[in-house]
């Protein structure tokens, strides 16, 4: 669900190809609807011409097109952790977490009261208080954040008069979940990794595992598994090597 990216318009284009399988049929997909919200998002890389080299643009793009999703995702029940969070704040962690956990409804969430928005009002306080904002992040995904290190680009950015630039342009991009949804995202997120290798002179392929790849591994593994048209049966699948979680997704609409 990070990754898993605002025009308007290819947001409201829906969903348009279908992809088939034995027996079965996929939500529809659009794949021009990713390629543009990929372009999109790399566009904002015009921003980091001349203090970044065009093989470093990554590690601004990336981390911030995560960053911005759990922004979107967890901007409805922001109001509602806070307050249960400081009728908690004397319980034991792991409650806290389980707490926060089920008023999100996902695995994580952030107990600062900023968001990307309104990091954009005190301009003069944004590397720190972007800090802090990742910092009041859940310690998934705070080490998430830490795997990008992307406190170095927050630094670098600042020193070079950046940061508020890019950030603006991320803080108006819409990546909730009722524009874009987690398969649309994966794709999204993937298209950004092969772009970012291309410049890097490297093969995305390094990075991802390509979607027809992933599906004919979903088929071969779920395709003996006969009892799932029935609607109680649960199944459960384990990626080690998850990645952009690819195989999750389309596991989870098989």
Known sequence: QIV?????TCFDKGLQASLR????????????????????????????????????????????????????????????????HAELKARPETIIRHKLSQITGHAFYNLSKLDLPRLLDDPNQLAPNLNSYINGFSPNVRAIMERFDFGTQIARMAEKDLLYLVIKRFAALDLSRDR????????????????????????????FTPREVIRLMVNLLLSPEKDLARSYV????????????????????Y
């Not at 649960?234 to 609409?253: I, Q, R």
């Open 4 to 8: 898993a990216p605002a025009l308007n």
């Open 21 to 84: 399988r034995v027996g079965r049929e996929y939500e529809p997909m659009s794949t021009e609807t990713h390629f543009e919200i990929a372009a999109f998002i790399w566009s904002i890389c015009n921003l980091l011409r001349g203090p970044y080299k065009r093989n470093e643009y990554r590690k601004v793009i990336l981390p911030l097109a995560v960053l911005r999703r759990f922004d979107c995702i967890l901007a409805p029940t922001k109001a509602a952790v806070l307050k249960a």
């Open 180 to 207: 874009v949804d987690s398969v649309q995202m994966g794709y999204a997120f993937e298209e950004l990794i092969r772009i970012g290798a291309e410049q890097s002179n490297e093969e995305a392929g390094e990075h």
């Open 234 to 253: 649960v199944k459960t699948v384990y990626d080690p090597a998850c990645g952009t979680g690819g195989m999750l997704s389309v596991a989870e609409k």
